[in-house]
């Protein structure tokens, strides 16, 4: 079984543009988890998602930062402006209700570099 | 709100010695769970502990949850360099939201 899928695994991009990171989860989950990683700060939860619907966002950033769950196999992670200090691996991660661990199955990460 | 640290940060280990690295919380946890991130990878999951004093063993990882249920540890033994990585440690904020420790990057010396 695929696990979970993010897209692109690298970006390399300009303070000023936008940037979308993308996720589709493992099918059937119905959780979804945006981290952002730095060696200064660790793993931070951006925001989460059950069944499509935000449930918490109050780990992102600030404005500039936007996500979005149009369907259950789909969500975006928009950066509009990026700046430097976004410069992270972002993990998108999913989650069963109802699992014996409600253990997270990560995906690979987006590896964000904003010059 | 509730945090969940980890001791130490680093740990150098020579290959086929143990070591045990620490998880605590502010607060009471209903669980705890450990990760495993090598590097350039991502985060994957190991365990769940639940009970009070609960240990769980997986081949040369005890895993283990303090009777107050506010600290946890990982001890391997007999470590190899399939162990290098950053372990992690989380806590749940409510029954989806986890709360990750920092870590600890654990490097062998063959």
Not at chain 1, 13 to 32: A, F, N
Not at chain 1, 56 to 84: C, V, Y
Not at chain 2, 15 to 23: A, N, R, S
Not at chain 2, 43 to 52: A, D, R, T
Request: with cysteine; aromatic share 10%.
């Amino acid at each position: 079984d695929a696990g979970v899928i993010q897209s692109p695994r690298h970006e390399v991009t300009e303070m000023g543009q936008e940037v979308t990171l993308r996720c589709k989860p493992i099918s059937g989950h119905d959780y979804l988890f945006w981290y952002r990683q730095t060696m200064m700060r660790g793993l931070e939860l951006l925001i989460y998602f059950n069944n499509n619907v935000p449930i918490d966002d109050s780990g992102m950033p600030e404005d500039r930062f936007s996500a979005k769950m149009p369907n259950a196999s789909f969500s975006t992670l928009k950066i509009q402006p990026s700046e430097p200090r976004d410069s992270a691996v972002y993990f998108c991660a999913s989650s069963l209700v109802g699992a014996m661990a409600h253990e997270q199955f990560f995906g690979p990460g987006t590896r964000l570099t904003v010059l | 709100g509730q945090q969940v640290m980890q001791i130490p940060q680093y740990q150098h280990v020579q290959e086929g010695e143990d070591f045990t690295t620490y998880c605590n919380s502010s607060t009471t946890l209903s669980n705890i769970q450990w990760y495993k991130q090598r590097p350039g990878g991502h985060p994957v999951f190991l365990i769940q502990l639940v009970k009070s004093g609960e240990v769980k063993k997986q081949k040369r990882l005890t895993f283990q949850f303090g009777e107050a249920k506010k600290n946890s540890s990982l001890h391997i033994t007999a470590t190899q360099t399939t162990d290098v990585g950053t372990y992690f440690c989380a806590g749940p904020v409510n029954d989806y939201k986890l709360s990750f420790g920092a870590g600890t990057t654990v490097t062998v010396r063959a």
